[in-house]
């Protein structure tokens, strides 16, 4: 059982052009916001969308693979773990980030899409 603890599991698409940080350490680190939607009717019988924007880093080889392949609007799978960091903004309030760290990625859609 523990290869399902903290599994993510996301099928959605790419909100904004990733960005990608080399850091000093001569790592390489991705980030990006996919859009996730539910469909649902409802009371009066309409077709509603539910959309959820997730935050998703990617690091190492998988960065390069969203750096090379991945771009605004492409329909992506995402295979990974949720990782919440705080950090201090200049005025000294403390903030929480969850974000989605990706394991894998798999491109879904047409080979033209980017």
């Given at each position: 059982m523990s290869s399902i603890k903290n599994h993510v599991q996301l099928i959605g698409n790419v909100g904004q052009e990733p960005t990608v940080t080399n850091?000093?350490?001569?790592?390489?680190?991705?980030?990006f916001s996919i859009a996730t939607n539910e469909y649902y009717k409802d009371a009066k019988g309409e077709k509603q969308t539910d959309t959820n924007w997730h935050t998703v880093v990617a690091w190492g080889k998988t960065?390069?693979?969203?750096?090379?392949?991945v771009g605004k609007g492409k329909e992506i799978g995402?295979?990974?773990?949720?990782?919440?960091?705080?950090?201090?903004?200049?005025?000294?309030?403390?903030?929480?980030?969850?974000?989605?760290?990706?394991?894998e990625i798999l491109l879904l859609g047409s080979k033209d899409d980017k």
């Open positions: 850091l000093e350490s001569g790592k390489k680190v991705v980030r960065a390069d693979i969203v750096e090379n392949y995402i295979v990974g773990k949720l990782k919440t960091r705080t950090y201090t903004t200049d005025d000294g309030n403390q903030r929480y980030v969850t974000e989605v760290v990706a394991d």
